[in-house]
């Protein structure tokens, strides 16, 4: 049984920075491709962030380049997502997702391509 269990969330001022986790377990996750995905209240869940499955490739949504850091541990089956200069409208529950990787794409930006999710972690930014 595939579990995905995010972590980290809370509640931040602007301008701080957390680190969320993705613990998986009941898969072969050196060989998924692992996203960050986030949803705010009223609005559709939104890419944030994947890696591929050796960690050698990332992407990132235009929104938080150059503030959140996509990374993975193979070996302790986890992966992080730094998030530093949070703004307000970061605000969301946060979760992360798996894709089995077919070696033919890096990553995947689409929600609708990955195969497991977690059930959320909320992050909130205080202004």
């Known amino acids: 049984q595939v579990q995905l269990v995010e972590s980290g969330g809370g509640l931040v001022q602007a301008g701080g920075s957390v680190r969320l986790s993705c613990a998986a377990s009941?898969?072969?996750?050196?060989?998924?491709?692992m996203g960050w995905f986030r949803q705010a209240p009223g609005k559709e869940r939104e890419f944030v962030a994947a890696?591929?499955?050796?960690?050698?490739?990332?992407v990132y949504a235009d929104s938080v380049k150059d503030r959140f850091t996509v990374s993975r541990d193979n070996a302790e089956n986890t992966m992080y997502l730094q998030m530093n200069n949070l703004r307000p409208e970061d605000a969301a529950v946060y979760y992360c997702?798996?894709?089995?990787?077919?070696?033919?794409?890096?990553?995947?930006?689409?929600?609708?391509?990955?195969?497991?999710w977690g059930e959320g972690t909320q992050v909130s930014v205080s202004s």
């Open positions: 997702a798996a894709k089995w990787s077919n070696g033919v794409y890096l990553y995947y930006t689409d929600q609708y391509e990955y195969d497991y």
């Open positions: 890696i591929g499955w050796n960690g050698g490739s990332t």
């Open positions: 009941g898969l072969t996750f050196s060989r998924h491709i």
